[in-house]
């Protein structure tokens, strides 16, 4: 069975800091790019960070840049993004997504910030950032 799930959300006072980790299973990581998305409420869903299957390219969304580190662990088929300097704007429930290039094998799978480009979803974890 296919699927993603994040864990390593919770409460956290400002300044603070979380690691959220994409565990996959059914599936080789190491053949997918993996996105991170967060939707808040009331809020469309925005892309947060992507690395892509090699690990080589990495991408962040402007208000993250310089406090989330995005990397994976292909042997443990994890990917984590680690998250300092949180704030009350961080909160949110965030997502990974997994997409696979269109010959696995052959071709690495690129980042992309288009939410219906991704195969597959975890379901999410809750981040807060206490005011």
């Known amino acids: 069975q296919l699927q993603l799930v994040e864990s390593g959300g919770g409460l956290v006072q400002p300044g603070g800091s979380l690691r959220l980790s994409c565990a996959a299973s059914?599936?080789?990581?190491?053949?997918?790019?993996i996105g991170w998305f967060r939707q808040a409420p009331g809020k469309e869903p925005e892309g947060v960070s992507c690395?892509?299957?090699?690990?080589?390219?990495?991408n962040y969304a402007d208000f993250v840049k310089g406090r989330f580190t995005i990397s994976r662990d292909n042997a443990k088929n994890t990917v984590y993004l680690q998250m300092n300097s949180l704030n009350p704007e961080d909160t949110a429930v965030y997502y990974c997504?997994?997409?696979?290039?269109?010959?696995?094998?052959?071709?690495?799978?690129?980042?992309?910030?288009?939410?219906?480009?991704?195969?597959?979803w975890g379901q999410g974890t809750q981040v807060t950032g206490s005011s």
């Open positions: 690395i892509s299957s090699s690990g080589e390219s990495t």
């Open positions: 059914g599936i080789d990581l190491g053949y997918y790019a």
């Open positions: 997504a997994a997409r696979t290039s269109s010959d696995i094998t052959t071709v690495p799978a690129m980042c992309t910030s288009h939410r219906g480009e991704y195969d597959y």
